[in-house]
C-alpha cells in the first residue's frame, strides 16, 4: 500500500491552548485504527494572520516534502488565496475552519474543500430560534474579540428570520476585567428587552455569566448562547447557572451514534470538539485519497465523486455541499443542564431538522457595504 503524504498547518490560541494537540491527537488516532500508512509533516502558522507565513509553510511542504494533500486551519479567505498553487501542482488543500467568519464570496475550487465547525451558521440558528420562542426583543451581547467576526452578522439575520429586532448591544471590552453589566439596567428601562442573544467565546463567555448571574437579571433575561460559549472543555468547569440556556452545537460529548461511540471510546479524557474535528478529518483523508486513486491522482476529474462525498462522522451523517465544497454536518438544539457534581453539560434538545434547506438560507444571506474583520483565524488569539 503506497504510502500517503500529508502536509499539516497547525494554530496556535491562547484561548485553547491544546488547539493544536487536540487536532492533531483526534487526526493520528484515526490515521492509526485505520491501518493506512500516512506520512505527517506539520508545520505552525501562529495565529493565522501573516498571509506570507502561511504560504511559506505551504510552499515548504508541497515543494521540500512533495505532500500531496495540506490539511490548514485557516479561515476561508485565507485558504483561497493559495488555491492557485494547489492548482499548478495538481495537489489538494483541506481547510479546517473553525467557522467564526462567513465567506462573501462562497467560491469553489476543484483544488480545495473545507471542513467547517459552522460556528456563524450555528449563531443564525440560534437567533431564530429565540425567536419562534418568543424572544423577540433581544439584547446583544459579545466581546471585543468575538465582534470582530460576521458570525455577529449571521446571529442578526437569524433573529430576523425569527421575527425579532435587537434593542441594544453590549460588549465584553478588551480588558475584559473591565465588564460591567450595569448599563442593561437603562436597557431594561428604557427597551424592555425579554433576552439576551450571546455571541461569545469561553474566556469572555465567563466574565459575562459572572456579572449576569450577579445582577439578577438572568431571572428576567432568558439567555441564548453561540456555539463556543458552549464548548465543553470550558462549560465543564462551571457551576450549573440557571435553567433555560440553550443554543446550537454541531457535536457534543453525549451525541448518541456508532461513530461517535467509537470516537470516544478511542480518545477517552481527550474527547473535545477539537479532537474529534480531527478525527472526522482523518476520514475524510483517507476517503478523499481512496476517490483520487481511481483517477490515478488527477483531482479535476475526480470532482464529480469529491462533490458528491457523504460519511458517518462523530458528528452525525455528514455529506459535501457541491456548490461551496463545505462538509455539511448536523445541528443540535441543545440546552445546559447540571451534571452529578454540579457542573454544566449539554443536552440534546432536538436535531435541526431540513439542514440543507436552511445552510441555502444561510449562504445567501451576504452583509452590505463595507465592514471590517479580525485577519486572525476565529479562536486564535
Not at 496556535?12 to 494537540?21: D, K
Not at 492557485?84 to 483541506?94: A, E, M, Q, R, V
Not at 467565546?201 to 448571574?213: N, R, T
Request: hydrophobic content about 40%; glycine content about 8%; charged content about 20%.
Amino acid at each position: 500500500m503506497t504510502e500517503i503524504r500529508v502536509g499539516v498547518l497547525l494554530p496556535r490560541s491562547s484561548l485553547y491552548p491544546t488547539l493544536s494537540i487536540d487536532l492533531m491527537s483526534g487526526f493520528k488516532a484515526y490515521l492509526k485504527k485505520s491501518g493506512v500508512p500516512v506520512k505527517v509533516f506539520s508545520e505552525n502558522i501562529g495565529f493565522g494572520e501573516v498571509e506570507a507565513t502561511i504560504y511559506n509553510k505551504v510552499e515548504k511542504l508541497l515543494l521540500d516534502e512533495d505532500v500531496s494533500f495540506v490539511i490548514a486551519f485557516i479561515d476561508q479567505s485565507e485558504a483561497y488565496k493559495l488555491v492557485p498553487l494547489f492548482s499548478k501542482l495538481n495537489k489538494l488543500l483541506i481547510v479546517m475552519d473553525p467557522g467564526g467568519h462567513i465567506p462573501t464570496d462562497w467560491q469553489t475550487s476543484p483544488y480545495c474543500y473545507t471542513l467547517s465547525l459552522q460556528a456563524a451558521f450555528g449563531s443564525r440558528l440560534t437567533g431564530e430560534l429565540a425567536g419562534t420562542e418568543g424572544a423577540v426583543r433581544p439584547v446583544f451581547a459579545t466581546s471585543f474579540y468575538d465582534g470582530g467576526y460576521l458570525q455577529c452578522f449571521a446571529y442578526q439575520k437569524g433573529i430576523e428570520a425569527g421575527g425579532g429586532e435587537i434593542q441594544s448591544n453590549l460588549v465584553v471590552p478588551y480588558v475584559r476585567e473591565d465588564f460591567k453589566i450595569s448599563p442593561l439596567y437603562d436597557v431594561m428601562e428604557q427597551k424592555q428587552p425579554d433576552s439576551i442573544l450571546a455571541q461569545l467565546s469561553a474566556e469572555s463567555g465567563d466574565y459575562f455569566l459572572k456579572e449576569f448571574i450577579g445582577s439578577g437579571l438572568h431571572t428576567k433575561l432568558k439567555l441564548y448562547a453561540s456555539p463556543f460559549m458552549l464548548e465543553e472543555t470550558w462549560l465543564n468547569t462551571i457551576d450549573y447557572p440557571f435553567n433555560g440556556i440553550k443554543g446550537h452545537v454541531t457535536w457534543f460529548q453525549d451525541l448518541d451514534n456508532e461513530s461517535n461511540q467509537l470516537f470516544r471510546t478511542t480518545l477517552g479524557d481527550q474527547s473535545t470538539i477539537f479532537s474529534m474535528f480531527g478525527w472526522e478529518t482523518g476520514q475524510f483523508l483517507l476517503l478523499f485519497s481512496a476517490i483520487l486513486s481511481k483517477y490515478d491522482g488527477r483531482i479535476a476529474d475526480a470532482t464529480h465523486d469529491l462533490e458528491t462525498i457523504t460519511f458517518e462522522s462523530p458528528r452525525g451523517s455528514v455529506q459535501m455541499h457541491s456548490a461551496t465544497h463545505h462538509l455539511l454536518a448536523p445541528m443540535y438544539i441543545t440546552e445546559v443542564i447540571p451534571d452529578q457534581s454540579g457542573k454544566c453539560k449539554l443536552q440534546r434538545v432536538d436535531t435541526v431538522p431540513d439542514i440543507s434547506e436552511k445552510f441555502e438560507q444561510y449562504i445567501k444571506e451576504k452583509p452590505e457595504g463595507v465592514f471590517s474583520k479580525w485577519t486572525n483565524t476565529y479562536l486564535c488569539i
